[in-house]
T-cell receptor, first 116, second 112 residues
Framework: DAGVIQSPRHEVTEMGQEVTLRCKPISGHDYLFWYRQTMMRGLELLIYFNNNVPIDDSGMPEDRFSAKMPNASFSTLKIQPSEPRDSAVYFC??????????????FGPGTRLTVL | GQSLEQPSEVTAVEGAIVQINCTYQTSGFYGLSWYQQHDGGAPTFLSYNGLDGLEETGRFSSFLSRSDSYGYLLLQELQMKDSASYFCAVRSENTGFQKLVFGTGTRLLVSP
């Protein structure tokens, strides 16, 4: 069974460019999370969705960041315009609401973003 | 708000036992999770405590004391492959049962 899939795995771009990160959650999972990980700030939750609806976007740093989930099997995180301080590893994770006991989150391999 | 504290780094030798502590402050606490992350990899679930006491999964165990707002991860019979970062994360009734807030992580270095 495929895990969470993210693309691209690596992205190098120049300041001011638009960046789009993509995620396919595990089939059947109804929660999707976007995280950003840096040495300085650790693992931060940016936004999460339940049944394709954004529930909490309080972690989104600023208006340059936006996320969508048009259907149950696809989500995007967009940064426009990108800045060097956006350089980080971005993880997507999914979970199943029926797993109420543990709420285990399954992480994708991450996208390493470098903004020059 | 929510806050978690973990040691930044722990070192140990192969075959030893190591304990990684986590203290938390959160309203509406619901449970404590532990995740492992190898360098360059993604976090993976290790253990969860919703109730006080010890949960055992092979060489790994996790403990929770709600009254002390404290938990720990115990790794026994350490192996080189256990060198990784370990994160505690809290669930809260106030922020939705599925949302996790992660600590800053503890880097474990296992030496021969």
């Amino acid at each position: 069974d495929a895990g969470v899939i993210q693309s691209p795995r690596h992205e190098v771009t120049e300041m001011g460019q638009e960046v789009t990160l993509r995620c396919k959650p595990i089939s059947g999972h109804d929660y999707l999370f976007w995280y950003r990980q840096t040495m300085m700030r650790g693992l931060e939750l940016l936004i999460y969705f339940n049944n394709n609806v954004p529930i909490d976007d309080s972690g989104m740093p600023e208006d340059r960041f936006s996320a969508k989930m048009p259907n149950a099997s696809f989500s995007t995180l967009k940064i426009q315009p990108s800045e060097p301080r956006d350089s980080a590893v971005y993880f997507c994770a999914s979970s199943l609401s029926e797993d109420r006991a543990r709420a285990t989150q399954y992480f994708g391999p991450g996208t390493r973003l470098t903004v020059l | 708000g929510q806050s978690l504290e973990q040691p930044s780094e722990v070192t140990a030798v192969e075959g030893a036992i190591v304990q990684i502590n986590c203290t938390y402050q959160t309203s509406g606490f619901y449970g404590l999770s532990w995740y492992q992350q190898h360098d360059g990899g993604a976090p993976t679930f290790l253990s969860y405590n919703g109730l006080d006491g010890l949960e055992e999964t092979g060489r790994f165990s996790s403990f929770l004391s709600r009254s002390d707002s404290y938990g720990y991860l115990l790794l026994q019979e350490l192996q080189m492959k256990d060198s990784a970062s370990y994160f505690c994360a809290v669930r809260s009734e106030n922020t939705g049962f599925q949302k996790l807030v992660f600590g800053t992580g503890t880097r474990l270095l296992v030496s021969p």
